[in-house]
Structure formats: structure tokens, C-alpha cells
């Protein structure tokens, strides 16, 4: 089992930014790749970035590229997504998940979810 607890959300204005902290315990932390997510009340949960166990890889939805950068801290067992220039239509609650395999793009893939941090963007 992997616990994995969110912090980090808020208001913020349009234009402003944000950084998510994800901190994980239980098994090893960098056996996983890490993603985060985003679902709004109704909808479904729609990848928004994701990191390889060492970092060296990252993947980003269309959307959020060249606004959004996640990285990892192994030794904090910690993954963050900072997310700059921030838009109304990013308003949502964001999920750090852990990949137990499969697609990097797909929630299907992660096993293990926290239970999310709410993000409000006011325009």
C-alpha cells in the first residue's frame, strides 16, 4: 500500500501560481512513476502531468505544457506540481496518483490516489 496526501490548493487569481506538494508512505517512493490529476464534480479525472520513479522523464497534457512543471524529490518522498500562469478553466481538485503500470496517460494505470486538494482560479 501506498498513502499519498495533497496540500497545497487554494484561491488564487487568474495569471497567478501555485505549487502542489503530494508526500508519500508506505512502499518505497521511487518505485512508482507519480502523476497528477484533475476531476471537477461529475466529470471524469483528466491527466494533467506525470513523472518517471528517477524523474527523468515527464509527460504533460496539452493544456497545462509550458505552464505546469512537475518534479520529484526522492529523498522526500514527495512529488509537486507548480503551476504557473494560472486560468480560470484550471479550476478543479487536483489527485496525485501512483502508477502501478500501464499507460502513463491513463487513471486506469495508478492504484494508488490521495484524495485531492481543490484549486480555485477566479478570473
Known amino acids: 500500500q501506498v498513502q499519498l496526501v495533497e496540500s497545497g490548493g487554494g484561491l488564487v487569481q487568474a495569471g497567478g501560481s501555485l505549487r502542489l506538494s503530494c508526500t508519500a508512505s508506505g512502499r518505497t517512493f521511487s518505485n512508482y512513476a507519480m502523476g497528477w490529476f484533475r476531476q471537477a464534480p461529475g466529470k471524469e479525472r483528466e491527466f494533467v502531468a506525470a513523472i518517471s520513479e528517477n524523474g527523468g522523464f515527464t509527460w504533460y497534457a496539452d493544456s497545462v505544457k509550458g505552464r505546469f512543471t512537475i518534479f520529484r524529490v526522492n529523498a522526500k518522498n514527495t512529488v509537486y506540481l507548480q503551476m504557473n500562469s494560472l486560468k480560470p478553466e484550471d479550476t478543479d481538485n487536483y489527485l496525485c496518483?501512483?502508477?502501478?503500470?500501464?499507460?502513463?496517460?491513463?487513471?486506469?494505470?495508478?492504484?494508488?490516489w490521495g484524495q485531492g486538494t481543490q484549486v480555485t482560479v477566479s478570473s
Open positions: 496518483a501512483a502508477r502501478q503500470g500501464g499507460s502513463i496517460w491513463a487513471s486506469i494505470s495508478y492504484a494508488y
